[in-house]
């Protein structure tokens, strides 16, 4: 990924943090023939599992994607908040129009999953997440019902290799700027606009 130097945020729990806050992320593979392939997918973050972490998913058996796993190193894009900035934004002129965001594309070699129990795990912790203790449980459905489900996919794991993040929150204006874009998005009417701009620095640059 392109990133200027002041756009760049290699700090782990920062990046983790933005991965579990956005945790439907897109994943990219390359094919035998050169062609990337994407598919959007719920993550598993566990932060504590080697170095820079690891991410668990799974798609569809009738995915193609999963064959291409230990092709190549695959990537997982996670989009955090962004916000259109409109030249009137800015105390200085002139200027055009851009977007402010933020984003960590994590890097890894995937490894399915085969064991069945280690399966069964994964998605407990995928549901339990968003269900809580008194939603819908994973094993309130029947054993066989669970145990055919789970023929019908494939699960992995992606020991996260490098991890690169971009927070192009108007780093490289001026004070004035910043106060600008951070205000005019502060008073917009769309929340992740007003995500956005708390996520700009004040007069420190760095």
């Given amino acids: ?19 579990e806050g956005n945790e439907f992320g897109l994943l990219v593979t390359v ?3 050169g062609a990337p392939f994407g ?15 690891t991410l ?5 058996r009738a995915n193609p994607q999963w064959r ?11 989009s955090g908040p962004h916000a259109y900035v409109s030249p009137t934004m ?6 055009v129009p851009t977007w402010n965001y933020a984003v960590v594309h994590a890097y890894g070699t995937p490894r399915v999953m085969e064991d069945e129990a280690e399966v069964s ?3 407990r912790r995928l549901s339990s997440g968003y269900e809580g203790a008194k939603g819908w449980q994973y094993d309130s459905t029947p054993q066989d019902y669970r145990a055919g489900m789970q023929k019908g996919i494939v699960a992995f794991r992606i020991p996260i290799e490098r991890l690169e993040g971009k927070w192009k929150m108007s780093q490289n204006r001026t004070p004035e700027d910043r106060a600008g874009v951070r205000n005019g998005l502060a008073a917009s009417g769309d929340a992740m606009a007003r995500a956005v701009s708390g ?8």
């Fill in 121 to 123: 795990a994964l998605m």
């Fill in 39 to 53: 598919t959007h997918l719920p993550f598993v973050l566990d932060r504590q599992d080697g170095p820079n972490g």
């Fill in 1 to 19: 990924m392109y990133r200027p130097k002041h756009f760049s945020v290699d700090d782990t729990a920062t990046c983790h943090d933005l991965i």
């Fill in 56 to 60: 668990l998913a799974h798609v569809a």
């Fill in 199 to 206: 996520m700009i620095p004040g007069d420190d640059k760095d």
């Fill in 31 to 33: 094919d035998a023939d």
């Fill in 68 to 78: 291409d796993f230990g092709r190549a190193p695959v990537l997982a894009v996670f």
């Fill in 90 to 95: 800015y105390a200085s002129s002139p200027n």
